[in-house]
T-cell receptor, first 113, second 114 residues
Framework: SQQGEEDPQALSIQEGENATMNCSYK?????LQWYRQNSGRGLVHLIL?????REKHSGRLRVTLDTSKKSSSLLITASRAADTASYFC?????????????FGAGTRLAVHP | GAGVSQSPSNKVTEKGKDVELRCDPI?????LYWYRQRLGQGLEFLIY????????KSGLPSDRFSAERTGESVSTLTIQRTQQEDSAVYLC????????????FGPGTRLTVL
């Protein structure tokens, strides 16, 4: 079963607007990562936030983590048409010392010119 | 090559046939992972390799699924007697070390079982 759940499942916005996606998870984590997927194929790593961090920035991306609520959010500011993709949160690593990522179902973002 | 490669990119097969999916990880990456992604869903972990051993096969859905890896190189995922529910994109990822934060994903193999 999936560890995380994203909402919304789909998001449609205009270029220049901000996009916020949320992720909830069920068990304790060491870190949470966000990935991007274009056209249902390979994933690209966007950003990682550790369990002792509350907020992290990378370019137009801002990620927050609330371990008390077991939730994270990804904010994309000043969105562009090229940001159109599916975005997934993934949690890990788990015990055993390897990074067995557990993914949510993803948010499909459409940015219209 | 610079990234993870997978072949074939697309595979259409008939129910009951066996298929082999190949993954070439980034050179020097010791950890290799296979995931499955059904249409409109997130990725499901299948199996993890450290070198050529597989300490975690917990995600393999049935004994029709098996995988092997040659040293710290190529891995093959084999599905025997394919079923329609096996239709999905199969993604491979590698990382420099097992506990490395970032996994580098291949483009995936889209498997369609008719």
């Amino acid at each position: 079963s999936q560890q995380g759940e994203e909402d919304p499942q789909a998001l449609s916005i205009q270029e220049g607007e901000n996009a916020t996606m949320n992720c909830s998870y069920k068990t304790s984590i060491n870190n949470l990562q966000w990935y991007r997927q274009n056209s249902g194929r390979g994933l690209v790593h966007l950003i990682l936030i550790r369990s002792n961090e509350r907020e992290k920035h990378s370019g137009r991306l801002r990620v927050t983590l609330d371990t008390s609520k077991k939730s994270s959010s990804l904010l994309i500011t000043a969105s562009r048409a090229a940001d159109t993709a599916s975005y997934f949160c993934a949690t890990g690593p788990f015990s055993g010392g390897y990074n067995k990522l557990i993914f949510g179902a993803g948010t499909r973002l459409a940015v219209h010119p | 090559g610079a990234g993870v490669s997978q072949s074939p990119s697309n595979k259409v097969t008939e129910k009951g046939k066996d298929v082999e999916l190949r993954c070439d990880p980034i050179s020097g990456h010791t950890a290799l992972y296979w995931y499955r992604q059904r249409l409109g869903q997130g990725l499901e972990f299948l199996i993890y390799f450290q070198g050529n051993s597989a300490p975690d096969k917990s995600g393999l859905p049935s004994d029709r699924f098996s995988a092997e890896r040659t040293g710290e190189s190529v891995s093959t995922l084999t599905i025997q007697r394919t079923q329609q529910e096996d239709s999905a994109v199969y993604l491979c990822a590698s990382s420099l070390q097992p506990a490395a934060d970032e996994q580098f994903f291949g483009p995936g193999t889209r498997l369609t079982v008719l």
